[in-house]
């Protein structure tokens, strides 16, 4: 955004303003950069099943210990040890590949 600033200010001003303008830009558009880069450098990227741990979803098969699960709109293998039934709520406790590890949920209070 600065750096597209500073260019619309080079077409604008004066000439020896022009370049001043232009180079503070530049230099706060760099000082950004630096800051994101810092900022993110090391986050890590989180998708797929690891993210769907400790969510709570629906049983929509009898699970026996496999079965199906709903998870946000999303159907998922699943192996529950303890057993659930269809409809039963459930929590992801862990995944063995792309087959989700659930144990049913406690009670709500």
Request: glycine share 12%; net charge positive.
């Amino acid at each position: 955004m600065f750096l597209l600033v500073g260019i619309v200010l080079v077409l604008l001003l004066p000439s020896p303003w022009n370049t001043v303008a232009f180079a503070a830009c530049l230099a706060v558009f760099l000082g950004e950069v630096l800051f994101w880069n810092r900022t993110v450098r090391h986050r890590h990227a989180t998708a797929g099943a690891e993210t769907l741990i400790g969510r709570t979803g629906a049983a929509i098969s009898d699970c026996r210990p496999d079965g199906q699960v709903r998870l946000g709109g999303e159907i998922w293998q699943a192996r529950c040890a303890d057993g659930a039934g269809r409809g039963e709520p459930v929590v992801v406790t862990g995944r063995e590949g792309l087959v989700l590890v659930v144990a049913p949920a406690p009670p709500r209070s």
